[in-house]
């Protein structure tokens, strides 16, 4: 792989289930972010990750959990997912001290219904 | 606090010149990103200031006045392709500072 992955590319749920969104980077980035992006609200920062074994809140992030185990992983779970998480959801990545410069990920766009 | 405003939408004819600007309130402002985005994809980076002046990449040009907290996006010889929506993006330096507007949508019309 190249650069980074999402997975799933799509999804629909049902609330209250319990969901997983996959991010994977191969660029070796020590820092990783994920945001949310909804009509009219651009980009929010739920949580981001300095390095492998930290992790801090962004903008939004009630009702989302991340975790950090490795460089390359960085999954953001919805552990009872409601309708107003419905968005398309952007993992992205930047080198150590650039974090001005930021790479992304194709995105998952997650219907909760 | 933090402030960020762009246009929420722009439309220029194909072949011309376009400016995007941006005025920002932010701490501890290290510089101005900018990222382009077609619909359906993920934004990606194209240029950022962290001097005031203008930084110039091919047909994309960018601008930085600190003191006045502004920067533009100058897009020259528009393309079809450059339809897009644009998100300036100030930076306050560490991992987590960058933020995101709900950038402007640019219509390249022919």
Not at chain 1, 30 to 58: C, E, F, P, V
Not at chain 2, 41 to 69: C, H, I
Not at chain 2, 84 to 90: E, G, K, L, R
Request: net charge negative; proline share 4%; charged share 15%.
């Amino acid at each position: 792989i190249a650069g980074i992955t999402q997975a799933p590319t799509s999804q629909i749920l049902a609330a209250g289930r319990r969901m997983t969104l996959r991010c994977t980077q191969d660029m070796r980035h020590n820092a990783m972010y994920w945001y949310r992006q909804d009509l009219g609200l651009g980009l929010r920062l739920i949580h981001y990750s300095n390095t492998a074994g930290t992790t801090g809140k962004g903008e939004v992030p009630d009702g989302y959990s991340v975790s950090r185990a490795n460089t390359d992983d960085f999954p953001l779970t919805l552990a009872s997912a409601v309708p107003s998480q419905t968005s398309v959801y952007f993992c992205a990545s930047s080198d150590p001290g650039t974090g001005n410069e930021q790479f992304f990920g194709p995105g998952t766009r997650l219907t909760v219904l | 606090g933090q402030s960020l405003e762009q246009p929420s939408e722009v439309t220029a004819v194909e072949g011309a010149i376009v400016q995007i600007n941006c005025t920002y309130q932010t701490s501890g402002f290290y510089g101005l990103s900018w990222y382009q985005q077609h619909d359906g994809g993920a934004p990606t980076f194209l240029s950022y200031n962290a001097l005031d002046g203008l930084e110039e990449t091919g047909r994309f040009s960018s601008f930085l006045s600190r003191s006045d907290s502004y920067g533009y996006l100058l897009l020259q010889e528009l393309q079809m392709k450059d339809s897009a929506s644009y998100f300036c993006a100030p930076y306050s330096g560490g991992y987590q500072k960058v933020t995101f507007g709900t950038g402007t949508k640019l219509q390249v019309i022919p």
